[in-house]
Structures are given as structure tokens and as C-alpha cells.
């Protein structure tokens, strides 16, 4: 398999495991039992679970664009773009308290953080490539 199709397989592999891994929290929206082994939420108001249920559906979106960009290049930039800016805000909103990020599990960080970095290399190299055929 030359070098080119070598790449591009292993970006859509990327994609496809992050977007359905992304996507996993909106199984709080199937099971409520999923809050409590996701984000440890045992005694929780309806209103706490409506909102976790509906972040549950925006991952699923999330994770979707990212599937999506897998099979349709033209939307990588943007699909990651989305994933870098939340995955970035949800770390940035967490870390810096000690009680909150001593209830996240370490998957979630170590998961988080290396999607950033996958997709932020991933939107740089289909950006320099855009801007290859652009002068071309």
C-alpha cells in the first residue's frame, strides 16, 4: 500500500475510534445507570440527569462529525476544530478544581488530551495540504 493510502487509512481509523468513543455518554440517554459509571453521579435531581443526558447527545453529535470526517475529508478541519474546542473547554473546566478531578476517571483526561493532539495535527496537515492545492 503506498505511503498516501497507508495515511489516509490510518486517519479514518483515528476518526472512527475517537468519534465513537466520544460518542459513548450518550448511552445516559438509553440507561441512567451510565451517569453513575461515567461520571460517578449516584444521587442525582432531574434536572442533573437532564443535563448529563443532554451532554450525553451533544458527544453523540460530536462523536458523529468526527465519523463522519472520516469518510468526507472536506469536513475534518471543522469536525475537529469542534472536538479540539470542547475536549479543551471540559479539561479546562475540570482540572483546575482538586474535588472535580479527583472524581474524573483517568481515561477521560489521557483520552481527551490525546485527541487534541491527533486532531490538532490531523487540521494542520489537511490545512497545509488545502493550502498545497490552493497554489498549485
Not at 48 to 58: N, S, W
Not at 66 to 92: G, S
Amino acid at each position: 500500500m503506498p505511503p498516501p493510502r497507508r495515511l489516509e487509512l490510518t486517519i479514518r481509523i483515528a476518526l472512527i475510534l475517537m468519534g465513537a468513543i466520544t460518542a459513548t455518554p450518550a448511552l445516559a440517554l438509553i440507561d441512567t445507570y451510565a451517569l453513575e459509571v461515567t461520571y460517578q453521579v449516584t444521587d442525582s435531581g432531574p434536572m442533573e440527569v437532564a443535563l448529563l443526558q443532554h451532554r450525553g447527545m451533544l458527544q453523540l453529535v460530536l462523536g458523529a462529525a468526527l465519523v463522519w470526517a472520516a469518510f468526507f475529508p472536506p469536513a475534518r478541519i471543522a469536525a475537529a476544530a469542534a472536538a479540539i474546542t470542547t475536549k479543551a473547554t471540559f479539561l479546562a473546566l475540570i482540572l483546575p478544581d482538586p474535588e472535580l478531578r479527583g472524581d474524573l476517571a483517568l481515561f477521560s483526561t489521557v483520552f481527551d488530551l490525546t485527541c487534541i493532539v491527533i486532531l490538532t495535527g490531523l487540521a494542520a496537515h489537511r490545512f497545509a495540504g488545502g493550502r498545497r492545492e490552493a497554489r498549485a
